[in-house]
Every structure is written in structure tokens, then in C-alpha cells.
């Protein structure tokens, strides 16, 4: 597995995931339309926040299942846990170092979340 190193864009919250990232999903919820977020899941002992746990702020809403981090200084979601599996994380690809060269080599998935299995 690769190390790749992330951070929130002032650079306060910074993070490293272990991870082979072959694909990203993008969700079309209202929430991650916004924000423009590509996923990637990863498992807790492939994630270590390095900087900034006293700068993050929380934001949750509708079922309060899911969890998105931000930076609470300029506003960057760096990071959440996914209602679908609140056990793991889901980084911000675009957060990561050399953004473009991942996404360059990665698949694109999509999910369809308007239509959330966990709102049937």
C-alpha cells in the first residue's frame, strides 16, 4: 500500500491514509454536490489525522448518521464517516497530495445517493 498525505486547504488539519486507490466515487446527494467531494473509503487503522484534531468541527444532519469534518477554519471537509459504514472513513481525494496524478489512474464511480439504500 501507498502513504498518501492530505490536508484542508490553510493546512491545519492535515491527515495520511494508507490505501491502493484505484477508483473514486462521487455521490449526488445534496450534501456532496456542494462540496464537490470525491470518496475514497478507508479503513481506521489506514487513516491517521497528523495535525489540527482541535481545529475540527462537526456537521451532521437528517438521520445524524454520518459524519463530515471540516476545518473550522477554512471551511475544507477533509474527512467524514458514511452512514453506509460509520466503522470506516471517507476521505476527500481532492484534499490529497498530487490530486490530479491519483485521479488521473482511477476509476469513477458513482453513487447514487438521492436515492439512499438506508432511506428505504
Not at 475514497?40 to 469534518?69: C, I, K, M, N
Not at 471537509?77 to 485521479?103: A, E, K, Q, W
Request: proline content about 3%; overall charge negative.
Amino acid at each position: 500500500m501507498q502513504t498518501y498525505r492530505g490536508s484542508c486547504h490553510c493546512g491545519t488539519v492535515v491527515f495520511e491514509i494508507e490505501a491502493e486507490i484505484d477508483h473514486v466515487s462521487v455521490c449526488d446527494c445534496s450534501i456532496c454536490c456542494k462540496k464537490g467531494i470525491l470518496h475514497f473509503p478507508v479503513q481506521d487503522e489506514h487513516f491517521t489525522l497528523t495535525e489540527g484534531r482541535e481545529s475540527l468541527s462537526l456537521y451532521q444532519f437528517g438521520t445524524h448518521e454520518a459524519s463530515h469534518w471540516f476545518c473550522n477554519c477554512c471551511g475544507i471537509h477533509t474527512f467524514g464517516r458514511p452512514r453506509m459504514d460509520p466503522s470506516r472513513y471517507t476521505v476527500n481525494v481532492r484534499c490529497l497530495d498530487d490530486f490530479d496524478d491519483i485521479v488521473e489512474g482511477a476509476l469513477e464511480k458513482s453513487f447514487n445517493g438521492k436515492q439512499h439504500p438506508l432511506d428505504q
